[in-house]
């Protein structure tokens, strides 16, 4: 029993590592989008005061990581190291200590100017720990040896590692069950939910109306209330559905649908591609490769569909002639 | 040497913002400033909004402007609020647990001011109203500087009268929830 749970971590490994790459990728945009911002966000006048961000490390025990922000160029600095740390995370540098570098930066970061962040960094916080423990370093990964590696081969030793990345993977789905739980289940306390509107007013909020479609779409009673219950009911189920085989691919889909609904009509991108990317963390390593035949032969029968319709064709011309 | 006397100054910038929450407003900042010089008083009415060389824009141009700096501050702007929000909540609560005579509304007022002060939204919106008085003065010196924020609760048209011109105004309510002036202090 302990050793099937054990080999789940080993089950996981190339959607721990997409998701790797899609939350250092995240993290290097936002990154980008701050530096020409720096001094703004995170300097010593920026828009959050700077003495609260002591007072708040202060209080939380955290005064060994009160970075100096009231130095020049200090605020400039720090988003290049974080933008450093996310690159070496990207490419699994260094392994589990970037990501723990990592951590501790957004985490610093988050202190600083708590406001200027969104969902998505929210579900960064929650699962970059289970991420950094769990066996997301086999993928995309270029790997730097400069100490030599102490190898442990002892049976049990290897159990207990690997029940330890297994229960991380666990700890991971189950805090994505828990987002989308909570999240139906605060939706089901408003009236707006319940009665299949809601969709109509969020759409239409001046911040996210990003589309000139947002108007004439939820003027349509049957796009409403559809998308309202189909919202509701998928996040409802998702922490349900996700464990089941005959369930998991389409409650993928709709999510995905879902996400990128978002993005499209109220632009909140960051977390729509978060979201999208923990997916993959619930798709096994046998689902990946049955998946990558099963594009591959649709490729190899348009191919060979393609080819057949040449030699109809020249065929054709040949008689033609 | 006779030592000379700076004229007062005194300019209040005011940021009326809407609260973002379900049933939120088409409008976007709107702010309007007056500046008092040597008891002249010469009131201009703008609406901030920042182009690029400003830095910092306000949330006026999130329709336009999806990533970026614009939707940094929106994030900014709106989180600030629902802080604000939180704070006039739990601050009510606190007051009506801790009160015997619940509905003393001069001394709730007095305790909400006094809680609003700590609060890390509000500080915030201040330190960002500095960034906003200091593009608008341009670096001329004021004695005093007032802030003011207001924040709206609107509500557009329901769903039953989804149909109205999205864009006329007169078919939204609005009600006012804060509406304050708070003096900004080391402005640099």
Same mark, same amino acid.
């Given at each position: ?48 005061p700077y003495n609260d961000y002591v007072a708040i490390m202060h209080l ?262 | ?20 929450? /379900?049933?939120? @407003?088409? $409008?976007?900042?709107? *702010?309007?400033? +007056? ?9 201009? #009415? ?65 305790? /909400?001011?006094? @809680?609003? $002060?700590?609060?890390? *939204?509000?500080? +915030? ?9 200091? #593009? ?32 006329d105004l007169s078919g939204y309510k609005f009600s006012k929830s804060l ?10």
């Amino acid at each position: 029993m302990i050793e099937k749970f054990s080999n789940i971590s080993n089950s996981r490994t190339i959607g721990l590592s997409i998701y790797r790459i899609v939350l250092s990728f995240l993290v290097i945009k936002n990154m980008i989008f701050y530096y020409p911002l720096a001094d703004d966000l995170f300097g010593v006048n920026a828009i959050f005061p700077y003495n609260d961000y002591v007072a708040i490390m202060h209080l939380y025990g955290f005064d060994f990581l009160t970075y100096p922000f009231n130095i020049t160029v200090a605020a400039r600095f720090f988003i290049f190291i974080t933008f450093s740390v996310s690159f070496l995370f990207l490419f699994g540098v260094f392994k589990r200590v970037t990501g723990i570098l990592l951590y501790i930066c957004l985490f610093i970061l988050r202190q600083r100017n708590g406001f200027i962040l969104d969902g998505s960094d929210n579900i960064m916080d929650v699962t970059l720990p289970f991420l950094i423990i769990a066996d997301s370093y086999n993928y995309f990964v270029y790997d730097v040896n400069f100490i030599k590696k102490i190898q442990i081969k002892n049976h049990y030793f290897e159990l207990i590692k690997n029940y330890i990345k297994s229960t991380a993977v666990f700890g991971f789905m189950i805090q994505i069950c828990f987002v989308y739980f909570f999240t139906g289940l605060a939706k089901v306390q408003g009236d707006l939910w319940l009665n299949g509107t809601a969709i109509y007013y969020t759409m239409r909020v001046e911040e996210f109306r990003a589309t000139s479609w947002n108007i004439p779409l939820t003027e349509s009673h049957y796009f409403v209330v559809f998308n309202t219950y189909f919202t509701l009911f998928w996040e409802g189920a998702f922490a349900f559905l996700i464990w089941f085989k005959q369930t998991k691919m389409v409650i993928i889909f709709c999510g995905i649908i879902v996400h990128f609904g978002i993005w499209l009509f109220m632009r909140i991108d960051n977390f729509s591609w978060i979201m999208i990317g923990t997916y993959s963390v619930f798709i096994s390593n046998q689902e990946y490769v049955t998946l990558n035949c099963k594009i591959l032969e649709i490729a190899k029968k348009i191919k060979n569909n393609r080819r057949l319709k040449t030699i109809t064709l020249m065929y054709q011309n040949y008689e033609k002639k | 040497m006779k030592k000379q006397i700076k004229p007062i100054v005194a300019v209040t910038l005011c940021l009326s913002m809407i609260t973002s929450s /379900l049933m939120s @407003s088409p $409008i976007n900042d709107v *702010g309007s400033f +007056s500046s008092k010089s040597n008891a002249t008083i010469a009131e201009t #009415k703008c609406k901030v909004e920042f182009n690029k060389t400003n830095a910092l824009p306000t949330i006026a141009r999130i329709a336009v402007q999806a990533v970026g700096e614009a939707y940094m501050l929106s994030k900014f702007v709106t989180s600030c609020l629902q802080n604000i929000r939180e704070n006039n909540i739990n601050a009510i609560e606190d007051f009506t647990k801790n009160t015997k005579n619940k509905n003393d509304t001069v001394a709730l007022n007095k305790y /909400l001011d006094k @809680s609003i $002060i700590t609060c890390f *939204g509000h500080k +915030s919106i201040l330190q960002y109203s500095k960034f906003v008085i200091n #593009k608008i003065n341009n670096g001329n010196s004021s004695d005093s500087i007032f802030v003011r924020y207001q924040i709206f609760n609107a509500e557009f048209p329901r769903f039953s009268k989804r149909k109205l011109n999205y864009y006329d105004l007169s078919g939204y309510k609005f009600s006012k929830s804060l509406s304050k002036y708070f003096r900004i202090n080391n402005l640099n």
